[in-house]
């Protein structure tokens, strides 16, 4: 069932979809797995990995919904269930206070998929970069990628627990940075990473997403030092340090 809610102005012709807690599970001390179903999510149509979708939270006091952008890490429309990955990192926000008390039965609302990553079955070498709040995304594209790939991941999170098993039939190269007790995405390490790396631009696509002034430096050293065509970079600040509910989509 899919029904019309009362919304911000913006929200108001936007057709959410009412889903119920199926599962938790805690991936790792930083990371929760939430399984959703609904007979709505049956219509849902994910024809690329790291698409998202718009979650609106419950508020108390009969206040209007806060929503947040999630990766869709798995989506299987047969049985009417939905896979997404959420940070843990305390409950001073909506989500995470939300995400920090979620019990199986709870329900949410979701918006229809969106965007997602290209995946072009000709292309040699993939590049993703990210922090962990796009690890679920990462995870989702790895898991797409053809066998004939040949693959590297550089992701930041807290610490050594939080890394976790990425599944894939590419040749695949993580490289584990630790942000230790600051904000992984903040601290430089990813952009440094890269640049430092050994990387043959030579049919090779990238994609890069996480904090926002962090994915604007990484996509700048790219294009201008490494002249990586614009074409060939795939991009999204998911989040930015100090402002709320940011997103943004460069696409390619």
């Known amino acids: 069932m899919e029904f019309k809610m009362r919304m911000k102005p913006t929200e108001r012709t936007r057709t959410l979809t009412p889903v119920q807690v199926l599962q938790i599970h805690d ?11 609904g007979d709505g999510l049956r219509n849902f149509v994910s024809d690329k990995p790291a698409q998202w979708v718009k979650v609106f939270f ?6 209007p919904p806060a929503s947040r952008a999630y990766t869709i890490r798995r989506l299987k429309p047969a049985d009417g269930q939905v896979e997404l990955e959420l940070v843990l990192h305390g409950d001073n926000g909506p989500a995470s206070y939300w995400l920090s008390r979620a019990k199986i039965g709870d329900t949410l609302q979701l918006s229809a998929p969106r965007a997602g990553a290209e995946i072009r079955q000709s292309i040699q070498r993939y590049i993703l970069l990210g922090d962990i709040t796009a690890l679920p995304a990462m995870s989702a594209i790895a898991a797409d990628l053809p066998a004939q790939v040949q693959a590297e991941m550089f992701v930041e999170v807290a610490n050594q627990a939080d890394e976790q098993r990425i599944d894939t039939l590419a040749r695949l190269k993580v490289h584990w ?24 631009i030579t049919d090779c696509q990238f994609w890069v997403a996480g904090e926002s002034s962090m994915v604007k430096t990484v996509v700048t050293h790219l294009l201008n030092e490494r002249l990586v065509q614009k074409s060939a970079i795939q991009s999204a600040g998911y989040w930015k340090l100090g402002v709320k509910g940011h997103r943004e989509e460069s696409g390619k």
Request: net charge positive; proline share 10%; charged share 25%.
């Open 27 to 37: 991936i790792t001390p930083s990371m929760r797995r939430l399984t959703l179903v």
């Open 177 to 200: 940075l630790y942000a230790g007790k600051r904000i992984p995405g903040t601290t430089g390490q990813l952009e440094q990473s890269l640049k430092d790396a050994l990387i043959d």
């Open 58 to 63: 419950p508020a108390p006091d009969q206040r």
